[in-house]
């Protein structure tokens, strides 16, 4: 083994794993299909009207259907918004912590060319060997996981950490951040 590889594998096996989430964590989904639902429908969509639900609760019945459907569209992944402040605290994150990308993408495996792609632009000090592309985040093995979805939580074996959603608003059994900025606090403090 060269010097090089040996150097990495040891920063790897010392350093604490942070798998972190797509939408609605690092990728601000929502403020997308808010947008592509006023586009569709001519009428706004606002935040208050999906807190404490999914968006597809949240519109006419007739409507849910093709409101979720935008996510198997090819190109929709794409141009998601960046959420705030995350590329600089994973950015600084990286310092201490090894940083991988854990998304259920097989849930709309027709987003994986996007999701790379959008991962290689906005954080390119992230590997793409760090980018999991899963069904079910119990195989993500870390020692932290943040997440917007409970059910993810649920099975994750190492610490999860709920990001604030507007779908999550009662949930209570983890700990919860509800910004960037929070999630740089929470591992200040905690070391």
Known sequence: MTTDATARLTARTTRRVLAVDLDEVSADTVAKRLRRYEADYGEALPRE???GRQIREAVPPGRSVQVEACLDEPGFSRDVPVMAD???VLQDLAERFEVIFATSAMDHPVSLHDRYLWLQEHFPFVPD???VFCGSKEYVKADYLIDDNPR?????TGRGILFDAHHNV??????RV???RDVHRY???TG
């Open 86 to 88: 995350a590329r600089w």
């Open 49 to 51: 009207a999906i807190h």
């Open 178 to 180: 509800s910004s960037w």
């Open 170 to 175: 009662s949930e209570g059994r983890f700990p």
């Open 152 to 156: 993810n939580l649920e099975i994750f």
């Open 187 to 189: 591992f200040a403090a």
């Open 129 to 131: 060997r760090g980018y």
